[in-house]
């Protein structure tokens, strides 16, 4: 099994993956992420979530940037700082709305 299939396993969302919903019929898949971070205030430290989400580059619209609505896992979201990893993925950082 090559790298590629395993790509595609991990984005097919019988498999692992989830979906984003990005209206007008635009959904992609990848892989969302709920990670616990932690914030200094300068009066102390807060817990968060930081959410993102991860996909192929290609898969993702032209017109998908910061400040683009989405919605995944039944929770609406602003896409944040969309960062290309440079071997065609991307990670989307996601901001709650």
């Known amino acids: 099994m090559s790298f590629a299939d395993d790509i595609d396993d991990m984005l097919d969302p019988d498999e692992f993956a989830d979906t984003a919903d990005f209206g007008n019929g635009v959904e992609v ?13 300068g009066h102390g430290f807060v817990m968060s979530v930081a959410h993102t989400f991860t996909c192929a580059q290609s898969a993702l619209p032209a017109w998908v940037g910061d ?8 929770v609406s979201f ?4 969309p960062e290309p990893d440079g071997a065609g993925m991307i990670e989307l950082t996601l901001e709650v709305q």
Do not use: L
């Open 67 to 74: 400040g683009t609505p989405v919605v995944v896992d039944g």
């Open 78 to 81: 602003k896409v944040r700082a």
């Open 29 to 41: 898949n990848g892989i969302y992420d709920k990670e616990p971070v932690e914030i200094d205030t």
